[in-house]
């Protein structure tokens, strides 16, 4: 006697759906193929699965106690699907570059947020204020502030940047809203001509940082900890900070950049790079200002 897996599946099929009719939908059959297909295997068989009725189909004793071995039969068939889906899903190493700030706040979020979905694939971010070389595939992917647009841009985004500090510091400075009052924390030599040294310079006179350092990863932690304050992006609507800052409210027209996603046209073709590209450009579409959200260059 041999039951193959189409026969066990519509058996369960009309065993949970409790009619022919209900099981023929699920299955995207006809009922009268279903009835036939069933009184077939019921033939094979030698004995009835189901008492048939007008209020549907019940099962038989010999029925039920099929319904164990059937259910294990549906449980390897769907290991096997997932399995055979792993050996084809995307998989290996994705190389992305990014400034430091945007790694830290938006990058790491995204690749624990990817790492359900894209099981085989691997990020490595390489964050660092000065690009890498695309077409050298120095990287696969990039995401870069203020980038023009050329044939390897794939999806920008505006980002707002504002004044943001600790609770702790928040309190200090309230009713100050002049930012040349505040304390700053920025880079250090030799990054010190970088964003956001170079926009606080045009819009306070004799600007200074208070607190520098050429590590992005000590100047956030500085922030956290009420040195000072920092020009950021607002936070991505799903990856919050942890612990979270404040914005502050100071006369310091917002900045807006565009963040610009980068990625050679050969590279596209891969499926795994293509993977995360297309989780990408969905991730950045979420972190678009809200409309009527005005920003100052």
């Known amino acids: 006697m041999n039951i193959s897996w189409d026969d066990a599946r519509l058996f369960l099929a009309v065993a949970e759906a409790g009619s022919l009719s209900a099981a023929a939908r699920k299955l995207q059959m006809t009922q009268p193929t279903v009835s036939r297909r069933l009184a077939e295997l019921e033939a094979v068989l030698g004995e009835p699965l189901f008492d048939r009725g007008v209020a549907g189909a019940a099962l038989t004793a010999y029925g039920a106690g099929l319904i164990e071995p059937a259910q ?41 947020a990817m790492s359900s979905r894209t099981p085989g694939i691997q990020l490595h971010v390489v964050s660092t204020v000065r690009p890498l070389d695309l077409i050298r595939r120095e990287a696969d992917l990039a995401l870069r502030l203020g980038a023009p647009a050329d044939e390897t841009s794939v999806a920008s985004v505006d980002l707002d940047l504002r004044a943001f500090a600790s609770e702790q510091y928040a309190a200090r400075v309230a009713g100050k809203p002049d930012p040349a009052d ?50 950021l992006a607002r936070e ?32 596209r073709a891969i499926p795994r790079v293509h993977a995360v590209l297309e989780l990408l450009v969905e991730s950045l579409r979420a972190w678009r200002p809200p409309k009527g959200r005005a920003a100052r260059r």
């Open 236 to 267: 991505h609507p799903h990856f919050g900070r942890r612990p979270p800052l404040c914005e502050l409210k100071v006369d310091l027209p917002p900045v807006r950049r565009p963040l610009v996603l980068l990625c050679p046209r050969s590279a």
């Open 72 to 112: 294990r039969m549906a449980d390897w068939a769907a290991e096997l699907t997932r399995a055979a889906e792993r050996r084809h899903a995307p998989a290996g190493v994705v190389r992305m570059t990014a400034p430091p700030g945007v790694a830290h706040a938006f990058l790491v979020p995204f690749a624990a």
């Open 182 to 231: 505040l304390a700053w924390i920025g880079w250090a030599p030799p990054f010190d001509d970088l964003s956001p040294n170079n926009v606080l310079r045009r819009r306070i006179p004799g600007w200074r940082p208070s607190f520098a350092s050429d590590d992005y990863l000590v100047q956030i932690r500085a922030c956290e900890l009420g040195l000072g304050a920092m020009l």
